[in-house]
C-alpha cells in the first residue's frame, strides 16, 4: 500500500475521553469545593448517614489561641483528619469537634504587651475589662486558626468547637476542681516551683523549655563555727554554686555522708573540700586570695569521712549584717551530693532548690520567701534589699557576674575564693518569654501524687501507672516516656498568680484549711455558668457562702488553675457534657505531639484519674516535630520556616496532605521546595492514574458492559482483582496500626507500578482496538470500574479534594464520595497460586523491557512492538502460550529459546493501520489485521 494510499483509522480507534484535566489548578479548585461542602452540610449528613453505628471518638486536643498555625498544626490537624476519615470509611460512626485552649499567660501576655506599648500599667486596669480584652484577643485567634484549618480539608463540626473560655467550660472546670477538693485531694503549701519573674507566675514542666547558657560559677568559703572534730573549728568548708544570687538566702551546708573531704592548710587558710574534687577545684582557680607556692604538697592534709561532719555548724559570710545571717547554719547530710563536680559541699537555699527545700524542713528550716514576684530581694530584706541601689532582678547577669553586687560583697567579706563567667550548661526557660525561670519557694494550690485516693487503684500515682500500662501508646516508646514522667513527677502544682484563667474558687480559714460544702460549691458552679470567670468576685462573697457560713472567716483565693488543668478537663466538657451527642466518654484515641506527654496526655490522664479513676483515653498516637529541609529546627530568625497558607496558595491543600501522610510522622521530619515538588511529582501520577480511569471508562454501563462472573475473566483480570484485595488488606491494616505514610505508599505503588506501568500499558491496546461487545475487552473495563470505585475511595481520607473532583467529574449527581463507605471484596477474588504465577511472569517482562532498550536508544526499534523476542523456556511460567506472552510484553512476537538469554530482534511483519501491531496477519504496511478487520466489519 502506497504512502499516499495508507487510510487514516484514527476514527475508529476508542480512545479514552474525559474532561477531567491533568493540570489540577486545586489552590483554584479547593476553595470552591469547600464552599460546596458548607452548603451541603456534609459533616451534618455525614453524621445521620453513619447514625446508630458504631463509635469511634478522637478527642481533640486544644491548639492554643495564639497567632497563626504553622506546619506542625497542618501536620497534626491533617493526621487527625486521616483517623477520623478513615474510620468513617470503614462504617463507623467518627464525628470530630475541634477544640481550643483559650486561658493563660500567652494571651495575658499579649494583651499586656500591646499595654506596654500604650504605655499603661495592666494591673492599673479592672480585672474584669481586662479579661474582656484577652476573652476578645483568644476569640480573633480562634476565628483565624478556624479558617486556616478548614482550609486544609479537615472535615469536623466547625461551627460550635469547644473552647476552654465558655461560659459551661470554664463551670465545669470549676465543678472538676469543687470533686478534687471535696475529696480532700488538694493542700496549699509552699514548695520551690519553676517561677517566671518576667510574668511573675509558677510555671508548670510543660511551660519549661531549656537552652544552654553561660554562667557566672564561684567558690565561697562559709567559716566552720562548731564540730565535734576540733580540727575542723575555724577552718572553712568551700561550696560551689552557679547561682550566685542564691548566696544571700542560704540557711545550711549539704555533705555527702559517704564522701571523703579533705581537710588542708594553704596561704594561712584551712580549707575543706571533697578529696576526689581538690585538684580539679585547684585548676578551677584563677587568682585566689589563698594563692601561695607550696604547689600540691601544700595541699596535702586530713582525711575526714561525710559522716564524721554531723553536728558541725558554720556561720554565713555576711554574718556581719545581723538578724537573718547571723543565725548559725547547720551542715546535713544530703543523699544528693555527688563528687561529679564542684567541691562535694552544696549550699542549701530551701527557698530555691527542691532537695534543699526537703533537706532543710527535716530539721525545721523554713523558707524565708526572701525573693519577690518580681525575682528582686524583699524591700525589708538585709542584703540587697529596700534601697540598695544595686537591687536588681536575681536573673539579671550583671547582677550574678563576677564583677556584681553579691560577688563584690563577698570579695569585700573574704570569702569569695574564686568567680569566672565561663560555665556552660543548659538552663530552664520560660518557652513563652524565653526569659529564665528559677526555681523560687512560694505558697501554691497542689493535688498530692503519693496519697491514697480511698479507691483500690492507691495513690494518683499508682492510679496513673497503672492506666499507662493498660493504654496502648503508638509508637510504643510514648508509653515509657510519659511513664518515666509520672514516676518522677513532683505533686501537681495547679496555682497560678495571673488574671486570665479559671479561678481557684475556695474559701480559706485563717488555720489554712478550705471550705468542703457542696451547696457552696454549686452556687459558684451555677454563678460561672452564668457569667464566666468573672463571677468569681468579693462582691458575691457573702451570696455564694450562703448564712450557714460568715464571710468574715473566709478569705477567697485569687489565683487562677494551671491552663493545663483547664485542657485536662477537656474531656469532661466536650465529651461527657451532652453538648456534642455524636461524642462519647471515654476517647478512643488521643493524637498530639510527642511533646503532650508532659502536657495534655498527663495533664488529661491525672485530672481523669483524680477523679475518675481511670485515663479518658484508650489509644494515645504522637507524632515528632517538623524540620527544615537540611534537619535544623524551624525559626524564624533563621528563615527557614514554611507557611502552610503559603504552600496552599502555590500548590494547594491536598500537596500537603500527600506529605504530612507520606513522612514517617512517628520521628522528626522535614519538608522543604524540594520536598514538595518531589510530592507534587507523586500527586500528578495520582492524578494521572484517575484521569485515565475516567476516560478509559467513558460509556461505561454495568448493565450493558459488566461481568459478573469472575471466573469468566482473563487471568490478568482476575490476577488485578487479587492484587486489589491485597491492596485493601494492607490498608485496612495500616488503618488500624495508623501507619499512614505505609497506606500513602501502598496505594501510589498500586497505581504506578501495577496499574500503570503494568495492567494500563498492557490492556491499552484491548481497550482502544477491541470490538466494544468483545467479552475480553468488557472484563478489563468491568476491572476498571472496580478498581475506581475502590481507589476513589482509598484515596479519599489522603486527597480530599481530588477525589471529590474525581467522583464528582463521573457521576456529577450522586451525593459526595465523603459519605461512601468502602466496599467489601470478595473473598473468591484472593488466588494466591495466580498472583506467584504473574510475578514471574512480571520478572521475565522486566528482563524484556532491558534487552529491549539498547535497541531502541540506536534506533534499529522505535517501539517494543517492532520487537521479536526470544526469552528461556524455563523462565516462563506454566499455562502462558506465545501468544499471551507477546500480548504482556507488548512485543511483535515471543519465542522460548533453551539457553538462559533473552534475545531481541527487529521483526519483518508489517504494521497494521489501525493497532500499530505488527503481524504476519497484516497482508502489507499499513493495512489491518484480522482482528481490526473483523472489528471494522
Not at 486544609?152 to 463540626?157: K, S, V
Not at 488538694?186 to 554562667?215: N, Q
Not at 573540700?273 to 595541699?299: C, K, M, Q, T
Not at 558541725?312 to 547547720?330: D, N
Request: some cysteine; proline content about 6%.
Amino acid at each position: 500500500m502506497s504512502e499516499t494510499a495508507k487510510k487514516d483509522y484514527r476514527d475508529t480507534v476508542f480512545l479514552p475521553k474525559t474532561d477531567f484535566p491533568m493540570k489540577a489548578g486545586l489552590p483554584q479548585k479547593e476553595p470552591a469545593i469547600l464552599a460546596r461542602w458548607q452548603e451541603e452540610r456534609l459533616y451534618d449528613r455525614l453524621r445521620e448517614e453513619r447514625a446508630g453505628a458504631e463509635k469511634f471518638i478522637l478527642h481533640d486536643g486544644p491548639p492554643y489561641a495564639n497567632g497563626d498555625m504553622h506546619i506542625g498544626h497542618a501536620l497534626n490537624h491533617i493526621l487527625k483528619d486521616m483517623v477520623v476519615r478513615t474510620q468513617s470509611a470503614l462504617g463507623k460512626d467518627a464525628p470530630y469537634v475541634p477544640g481550643w485552649d483559650c486561658h493563660g499567660l500567652p494571651i495575658e501576655w499579649k494583651v499586656e504587651e500591646q499595654y506596654r506599648k500604650k504605655k499603661l500599667n495592666k494591673d492599673e486596669v479592672p480585672a474584669a475589662e481586662f479579661r474582656a480584652e484577652c476573652r476578645a484577643y483568644a476569640q480573633h485567634w480562634v476565628d483565624v486558626q478556624r479558617e486556616q484549618l478548614k482550609r486544609l480539608g479537615t472535615m469536623g463540626d466547625w461551627d460550635h468547637p469547644y473552647l476552654t473560655m465558655d461560659y459551661a467550660s470554664e463551670a465545669t472546670i470549676v465543678a472538676e476542681l469543687m470533686k478534687v477538693a471535696e475529696a480532700g485531694n488538694l493542700y496549699r503549701g509552699a514548695k520551690p516551683v519553676m517561677w517566671s519573674p518576667v510574668e511573675k507566675t509558677a510555671l508548670a514542666e510543660a511551660e519549661v523549655e531549656y537552652e544552654d547558657i553561660t554562667s557566672t560559677q564561684i567558690d565561697v568559703a562559709f567559716e566552720i563555727v562548731e564540730s565535734p572534730i576540733e580540727e575542723l573549728v575555724g577552718a572553712h568548708a568551700v561550696i560551689w554554686t552557679t547561682t550566685p544570687w542564691t548566696i544571700p538566702v542560704n540557711q545550711a551546708l549539704a555533705y555527702g555522708e559517704g564522701v571523703e573531704y579533705r581537710l588542708f592548710r594553704i596561704g594561712g587558710w584551712k580549707l575543706l573540700v571533697a578529696d576526689a574534687l581538690v585538684e580539679s577545684w585547684f585548676s578551677r582557680l584563677s587568682n585566689p586570695p589563698i594563692y601561695d607556692d607550696h604547689g600540691p604538697e601544700g595541699r596535702q592534709g586530713q582525711i575526714i569521712k561525710g559522716s564524721q561532719l554531723a553536728g558541725t555548724v558554720v556561720r554565713h559570710p555576711m554574718h556581719h549584717l545581723g538578724g537573718f545571717y547571723a543565725k548559725p547554719r547547720p551542715m546535713l547530710p544530703g543523699d544528693f551530693v555527688t563528687t561529679d563536680s564542684g567541691t562535694g559541699l552544696v549550699h542549701m537555699a530551701p527557698d530555691h532548690g527542691e532537695d534543699d527545700f526537703a533537706l532543710c524542713r527535716t530539721v525545721g528550716i523554713e523558707p524565708v520567701f526572701a525573693v519577690m514576684d518580681d525575682g528582686r530581694y524583699r524591700d525589708d530584706w538585709p542584703w540587697l534589699g529596700g534601697a540598695d541601689e544595686r537591687r536588681r532582678a536575681v536573673i539579671n547577669p550583671n547582677f550574678n557576674a563576677p564583677d556584681g553586687p553579691i560577688c563584690s560583697d563577698l570579695r569585700e567579706a573574704g570569702a569569695l575564693l574564686s568567680a569566672s563567667q565561663d560555665y556552660q550548661h543548659s538552663y530552664p526557660h520560660s518557652w513563652r518569654s524565653k526569659a529564665k525561670v528559677i526555681y523560687r519557694c512560694t505558697p501554691q494550690w497542689f493535688v498530692p501524687m503519693d496519697r491514697d485516693l480511698g479507691r483500690d487503684s492507691g495513690t494518683l500515682r499508682e492510679t496513673a501507672l497503672a492506666e499507662i500500662e493498660r493504654v496502648r501508646f503508638v509508637p510504643e516508646r510514648g508509653r515509657r516516656r510519659i511513664g518515666s514522667m509520672v514516676e518522677g513527677r513532683p505533686d501537681w502544682v495547679l496555682s497560678r498568680q495571673r488574671a486570665w484563667g479559671v479561678p481557684i474558687t475556695l474559701f480559706v480559714r485563717p488555720d489554712g484549711s478550705y471550705l468542703q460544702d457542696a451547696e457552696v460549691n454549686a452556687r459558684v458552679v451555677a454563678a460561672v455558668r452564668e457569667e464566666g470567670v468573672d463571677a468569681w468576685r468579693a462582691e458575691r462573697k457573702a451570696e455564694f457562702l450562703g448564712e450557714a457560713h460568715d464571710p468574715d472567716e473566709f478569705e477567697m483565693v485569687t489565683d487562677i488553675l494551671d491552663v493545663w488543668f483547664d485542657s485536662g478537663c477537656t474531656h469532661v466538657f466536650t465529651l461527657e457534657s451532652g453538648r456534642w451527642p455524636a461524642l462519647r466518654w471515654p476517647a478512643d484515641l488521643y493524637l498530639e505531639g510527642s511533646d503532650q506527654h508532659r502536657g495534655w496526655f498527663q495533664s488529661s490522664l491525672l485530672e481523669s484519674c483524680l477523679t475518675r479513676g481511670r485515663a479518658p483515653y484508650d489509644q494515645v498516637l504522637t507524632h515528632g516535630f517538623t524540620m527544615a529541609a537540611d534537619g535544623r529546627k524551624m525559626s524564624k530568625s533563621l528563615g527557614n520556616t514554611v507557611d502552610p497558607g503559603k504552600v496552599m496558595e502555590q500548590f494547594g491543600a491536598d500537596i500537603i496532605r500527600l506529605w504530612a501522610l507520606s513522612v514517617d510522622y512517628t520521628e522528626d521530619h522535614r519538608i522543604g521546595d524540594e520536598i514538595l515538588k518531589g510530592v507534587a511529582d507523586q500527586y500528578r501520577r495520582l492524578r494521572n492514574t484517575f484521569r485515565y480511569l475516567l476516560g478509559a471508562l467513558d460509556g461505561f454501563e454495568w448493565e450493558r458492559e459488566g461481568v459478573e462472573d469472575h471466573a469468566a475473566m482473563p487471568e490478568l483480570e482476575r490476577y488485578v482483582l487479587h492484587l486489589l484485595g491485597e491492596l485493601d488488606t494492607r490498608l485496612r491494616a495500616a488503618i488500624a496500626s495508623y501507619d499512614f505514610d505505609d497506606y500513602v505508599r501502598a496505594l501510589v505503588d498500586f497505581c504506578n507500578e501495577d496499574l500503570s506501568a503494568f495492567f494500563f500499558d498492557v490492556r491499552k491496546d484491548r481497550l482502544y482496538c477491541d470490538d466494544p461487545a468483545d467479552p475480553a475487552r468488557r472484563a478489563y473495563r468491568t476491572v476498571l470500574d472496580t478498581l475506581f470505585q475502590s481507589l476513589v475511595r482509598y484515596a479519599a481520607p489522603v486527597l480530599v479534594f481530588t477525589a471529590e473532583e474525581v467522583w464528582q467529574t463521573r457521576f456529577p449527581d450522586e451525593s459526595s464520595i465523603h459519605l461512601h463507605q468502602w466496599r467489601a471484596l470478595p473473598d473468591g477474588w484472593r488466588d494466591p497460586a495466580l498472583a506467584e504465577r504473574f510475578a514471574g511472569l512480571r520478572d521475565l517482562r522486566e528482563r524484556v523491557t532491558e534487552a529491549i532498550e539498547p535497541l531502541r536508544r540506536d534506533k534499529t526499534i522505535r517501539s517494543s512492538l517492532e520487537a521479536e523476542v526470544s526469552v528461556p523456556a524455563a523462565a516462563v511460567p506454566e499455562g502462558f502460550s506465545d501468544a499471551d506472552l507477546a500480548e504482556l510484553f507488548i512485543t511483535a512476537s515471543v519465542t522460548r529459546g533453551d539457553d538462559d538469554a533473552v534475545t531481541v530482534s527487529r521483526t519483518d511483519e508489517d504494521k497494521c493501520g489501525r493497532c500499530w501491531r505488527l503481524l504476519p496477519s497484516v497482508p502489507e504496511d499499513g493495512a489491518l489485521c484480522d482482528r481490526c478487520e473483523a472489528v471494522l466489519a
